[in-house]
């Protein structure tokens, strides 16, 4: 499968590219900006510039020919401004610029409570907002989509093991079992056209996948 990540750089993103590149994947890893290029380095990925704020025909063309897009950017900073221009604006950039590049799916890495921003944690609240347009976004786009929301994220060791439902209590989970589930995705069809929340728990990704509500 050919599969362009965008965030590659980021600390979610390069897990992702890692786990793609070990399944024997062609990856083309997404970019903000060349200058962290060096993050990639020894890896099988081939970089690409990828700025959602920037000319979306460049997104174009980095995504043509991809099977999947893989969405893990988050902003910089946590300012409504920024995360609006990043993870809203860019967000929906990056979904309508899959659409053009005919890309048939999207998998996007979104928060727990995006879906119900209102019951979020209030020091996160801008960018659960900016989440819920973006997913909806995606939710009514041409591309079959998987809206991933996980709980806190922590840099932990993966465990490998987690639990998802359409709903969950809030939790916490590993950068690395996130990557593992925004992979993990692209073998289980059950997660096409879903949306579901994820945080640590007991069973494999596969199967925690493979039972989702
Ligand atoms: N923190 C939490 O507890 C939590 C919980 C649930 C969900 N999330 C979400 O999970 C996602 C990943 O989080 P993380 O902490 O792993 O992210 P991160 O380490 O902050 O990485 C963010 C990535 O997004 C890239 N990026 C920023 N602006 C961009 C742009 N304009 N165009 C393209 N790429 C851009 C960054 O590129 P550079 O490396 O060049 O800056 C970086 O690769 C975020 O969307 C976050 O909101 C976080």
């Keep these: 499968m050919q599969v362009t990540v965008l965030g590659a750089t980021g600390r979610t993103g390069i897990h992702v590219v890692r786990m793609l590149a070990a399944r024997g994947h062609t990856v083309r890893a997404g970019l903000r900006s060349r200058k962290r290029a060096e993050v990639l380095q020894g890896l099988d990925v ?7 704020t920037a000319d979306p025909d460049d997104l174009v ?31 929906i950039t990056a979904i309508r610029a899959a659409e053009k590049a005919g890309v ?18 209030r020091l996160v609240r801008s960018i659960l907002f900016a989440k819920q347009v973006s997913d909806s976004v995606l939710r009514k786009s041409a591309l079959t989509w998987t809206i991933v929301r996980p ?12 639990k998802a439902a359409r709903h969950l209590e809030p939790g916490r989970i590993a950068r690395a079992d996130v990557a593992a589930v925004l992979v993990g995705v692209l073998a ?13 728990g007991d069973f494999p990704v596969a199967p925690a996948l493979a039972v989702l509500d």
């Design 46 to 52: 081939r970089p690409v510039v990828a700025d959602v």
């Design 61 to 91: 063309e980095a995504f043509k020919n991809s099977d999947v897009v893989v969405n893990t950017i988050g902003a910089p900073d946590p300012e409504p401004e920024s995360v609006n221009l990043v993870d809203r604006d860019g967000g």
């Design 104 to 121: 048939p799916r999207f998998v996007q890495l979104s928060a727990q409570f995006a879906d119900s921003p209102d019951q979020g944690d």
């Design 151 to 162: 709980g806190t994220l922590t840099d932990e060791p993966g465990t490998g093991r987690v």
């Design 188 to 200: 289980e069809p059950l997660t096409e056209n879903r949306g579901f929340d994820v945080v640590s």
